[in-house]
């Protein structure tokens, strides 16, 4: 299950990334939507950047039973202007980061993994019949 925080005035249908979810855990997650500049605070403030980004990932430090995975927050501003820029709908987009941060929930890391989380990401992609994922456009 989703625990929804939506920070902006758009509306969105969940369902698809509870589809996701369900695929990959049965673990719950909270999934924050927030803007450019709420998500630039929580990147330098986590991750010492000073820039906004498109998506942030936060894993519980520990595994305990009915304890949810962890939070995904992403930034709609992203999803409107990555989505506008490689062509593809807001919702392809929007299921894109939310594959893209829920593998880091899981434990994959495209920094330091073998292209694990990108092979993963590409399973997913078509699976559910999405475009090229975040990975595969910047590599």
Do not use: C, W
Not at 5 to 15: F, H, P, R
Not at 36 to 63: G, Y
Not at 116 to 135: D, M
Request: glycine residues 2%.
């Amino acid at each position: 299950m989703i625990d929804l925080d939506n920070q902006t005035n758009v509306e969105i249908d969940i369902s698809p990334l509870e589809e996701i979810l369900e695929e990959l855990t049965q673990k719950d997650i909270e999934l924050i939507f927030t803007n450019n500049e709420e998500i630039q605070i929580l990147n330098k403030e986590h991750r010492n950047i000073d820039k906004a980004t498109d998506v942030l990932s936060f894993p519980l430090e520990f595994d305990m039973p009915n304890m949810p995975l962890g939070s995904i927050v992403i930034s709609i501003d992203y999803v409107e202007e990555k989505a506008k820029e490689y062509n593809h709908s807001f919702n392809d987009e929007l299921k894109l980061l939310f594959i893209h941060g829920l593998l880091h929930l899981l434990g994959f890391d495209h920094e330091i993994d073998n292209e694990e989380q990108r092979q993963k990401e590409e399973e997913l992609i078509k699976k559910f019949n999405l475009p090229k994922s975040l990975i595969v456009r910047n590599s």
